[in-house]
């Protein structure tokens, strides 16, 4: 079972920077995209940033400029680094990845981690 599993949230003061990992596993094959979401108290989840397995990548308006998306897909792992930050990028930040295959055939279209705190506040 394919699971992923975020980490590098925190507490942080505004202006501070801050990275996140998540990590895939469970005998991977392939994953299409990868991307970050987020949640803040009492507020729909939104999308934060994604990235293919080619490269292609793509951020909401609101962390352009200020956050940066990588990949390793050698390691299945996605990295967000949240420079800058503000006081409104309080959330749980959320990991997916977008048509998963397994080395045993298993296809998964869209898998969510458990998230991890992100709060800045001075």
């Known amino acids: 079972q394919v699971q992923l599993v975020e980490s590098g949230g925190g507490l942080v003061q505004p202006g501070d920077f801050l990275k996140l990992s998540c990590v895939a596993s469970?005998?991977?094959?392939?994953?299409?995209?990868m991307g970050w979401y987020r949640q803040a108290p009492g507020k729909q989840r939104e999308f934060v940033a994604r990235?293919?397995?080619?490269?292609?990548?793509m951020y909401a308006d609101s962390v352009k400029g200020r956050f940066t998306i990588s990949r390793d897909n050698t390691k299945n792992t996605v990295y967000l680094e949240m420079n800058m930050l503000k006081p409104e990028d309080t959330a749980v930040y959320y990991c997916n990845a977008d048509s998963v295959r397994t080395l045993s055939g298993n296809y998964s279209q869209l898998i969510w981690g458990q998230g991890t705190q992100v709060t800045v506040s001075s």
């Open positions: 469970g005998n991977i094959f392939s994953i299409y995209r």
């Open positions: 990235i293919s397995s080619g490269g292609s990548i």
